[in-house]
């Protein structure tokens, strides 16, 4: 009696979870038909224009699927030779040695810091090294919230990847170290290619990460609704472009935002999706 | 004959004063087959991790002694070098999952950095795996996995591929232990093809695979070497009582 009673909570609360899900859906779908039925999925998705003022009001999501692409992606490609480094590190060369835990737990603590508190610190500090730099004359853009986003997504790239690198099995790096390989060669030749499956994957999560990142990279993107033109412009993620209009929009201008919302949703599922996928190949090898 | 292999007062330890190998001098002649015989935790496998400095790889492993390889002191050489000249099978087949069975058999110059045309590619490869018994069972499938093969053929790839550097001695960690009979026994026929060319120290816990294949034996307790000899010898007339008792059974 006790166990179906129990067996019956368990379905209950994994209905729960799948229910709120479909529902979660059904009202982005709901809400953004509006949007989609005025210019079609394909004529949205593929519009650059977004123009809020009454009379010429036209939406279109390009502009901010141009500019999450740009700033997810750059983040990605500043984020590997830290990461890299910090899973080869803990992963190879201190596996198990007490620097190794005290740099992990360093890293973990990037990642419990606030989005907010890292838009501030890229407001307040990295901005005025842009300028200095001379990137552009405002410091905001593409360019800061790639950097910042970098160090929001490397505890994520790099503990996934350390947990990779340090399950290639012992017995295969003996085996190459009995063959006269150097340290570097082994990683080079055998940790690295045995692990490629699972740190591939652990990019791809960390890019799902930064697609969807919202607080800091509104706080330094600079918000402006066109197609960046390269990576010192300023311009708007998706996520970016909701959290900043929201609050003052109806009608058509609220569809669309949610449409958008509906759009990265499906983006970051899908390459949620694709990093399981392969970490599936991992697992049979 | 000058031996190929001396070690003087070989000591190897894990921690501080907890010694696994206790003070081993002996000398290893080429072109035999010595086997090393002896409890579980006796310290066979440690004694022959030491001769190719795969100790070093840990550093709370410490080695003294003297161990010279062809007149050269080992502790003196680039540890590279010795693990050349000193080729290593082990128990659990290894074959590099990455790899093709082609490419693992020229890991070690791919490892080594050591650049090769296809032509000398294509001799080694096909060299190594004769010298094997496993070139006429895979030569059509080169491309595939070194992983796709059986248990057996994995660690007869994994020899070639210690053969294909050419080795002066070739140490080999319970090669069999984790083989099926029928696998076993190609490798022991194996060995003794491989004598000819090479010089093999075997640790094995197997009695009787010592007594078929091995010219020398000898017999490990508790981290010293207890004896050393012919085997064929041993195996009738020990000189130590504790040999004695370990081949009749009483322990071990």
Known sequence: ?285 | MKPVLQMKDVSVSYAPDTYAVKNVTTDIYPNTITAIMGPSGCGKSTLLRAINRMHDLYTNIKTTGEITLKGNNIFDMNSMEVRRMAGMVFQQPNPFPTMSIYENVLAGYKLNGIRLNKKEKDEIVEQSLQSVALWDEVKDVMSKRGSFLSGGQQQRLCIARTLALKPEILLMDEPTSALDPISTNKIEELLLELKDKFTIIVVTHNMSQAARISDNSMFMYLGELVEHGNTTQMFTKPKNKRTEEYLTGVFG
């Not at chain 1, 790639?146 to 099995?169: D, G, K, R």
């Not at chain 1, 969807?212 to 990279?217: F, I």
């Not at chain 1, 472009?241 to 569809?255: H, M, R």
């Open chain 1, 1 to 285: 009696m006790k166990d179906k009673i129990f067996r019956f909570l368990l379905f209950f609360a994994a209905l729960i979870i799948l229910l709120l899900t479909a529902g979660i859906i059904f009202a982005l779908v709901s809400r953004s038909t509006e949007a989609f039925q005025e210019y079609g999925i394909w004529g949205f998705i593929a519009n650059p224009e977004w123009d809020p003022r009454p009379a010429t009001e036209e939406y279109g999501a390009l502009s901010f699927i141009v500019g999450t692409l740009y700033t997810a992606f750059f983040a990605l490609f500043l984020c590997v030779p830290f990461s890299l480094s910090v899973a080869l590190f803990n992963g190879e060369y201190f596996k198990g040695k007490r620097i190794s835990s005290f740099v992990r737990s360093i890293v973990d603590l990037l990642a419990g810091i606030p989005s907010i508190v890292y838009g501030l610190w890229g407001f307040y500090a990295v901005r005025p090294l842009i300028i200095d730099l001379g990137i552009n004359a405002q410091g905001f853009g593409i360019f800061l919230s790639s950097i910042v986003l970098a160090i929001m997504i490397i505890p994520y790239a790099s503990s996934l990847s350390t947990e990779f690198i340090s399950m290639v099995p012992n017995k295969l790096k003996e085996g190459a170290y009995s063959l006269g390989a150097t340290q570097f060669e082994v990683i080079q030749n055998i940790s690295l290619p045995t692990a490629r499956s699972g740190i591939v994957a652990s990019y791809i999560l960390a890019l799902g990460r930064a697609l969807g990142e919202t607080m800091a990279v509104t706080m330094l993107i600079g918000n402006t609704d066109r197609i960046p033109k390269g990576l010192r412009d300023t311009g708007n993620t998706m996520a970016s472009v909701i959290a900043n209009q929201f609050g003052e929009a109806d009608g058509l201008k609220l569809s669309s935002l949610i449409a958008i919302g509906l759009l990265l949703f499906v983006i970051t599922a899908l390459i949620n999706m694709i990093a399981k996928l392969v970490m599936k190949k991992v697992a049979s090898i």
